[in-house]
């Protein structure tokens, strides 16, 4: 059973720094696409970053130039570094992993973060 099991979460203040963490688990995933999705409450689900087997790197444009998506693939796990957090990140932070059209054919559970102003 494929299993992807976020940590990191919390609550931090506007301007400081958080890093989430994916771990996968029932297969591999070093030849597919990991990312991040998010939402907050009251809205849709949206695209965070990704990254993919090759090491690509895709962001939104809300969080281009603050946050860094990176991956382990020894480890089957990948990162969110979240840096210059701002009030409007708050959301519940979902792990993704998969393959074309929409890179995420699995997801975790979820990590709730919350910046304060």
């Known amino acids: 059973q494929v299993q992807l099991v976020e940590s990191g979460g919390g609550l931090v203040q506007a301007g400081g720094t958080l890093r989430l963490s994916c771990a996968a688990s029932?297969?591999?995933?070093?030849?597919?696409?990991m990312g991040w999705s998010r939402q907050a409450p009251g809205k849709e689900r949206e695209f965070v970053a990704r990254?993919?087997?090759?090491?690509?790197?895709y962001y939104a444009d809300s969080v281009k130039g603050r946050f860094d998506i990176s991956r382990d693939k020894a480890k089957n796990t990948v990162f969110l570094q979240m840096n210059s957090l701002k009030p409007e990140d708050t959301a519940v932070y979902y792990c993704?992993?998969?393959?074309?059209?929409?890179?995420?054919?699995?997801w975790g559970k979820g990590t709730l973060v919350t910046v304060s102003s």
């Open positions: 993704t992993a998969g393959g074309p059209p929409d890179y995420s054919d699995y």
């Open positions: 029932g297969r591999t995933f070093s030849n597919s696409a």
């Open positions: 990254i993919s087997w090759r090491g690509t790197t």
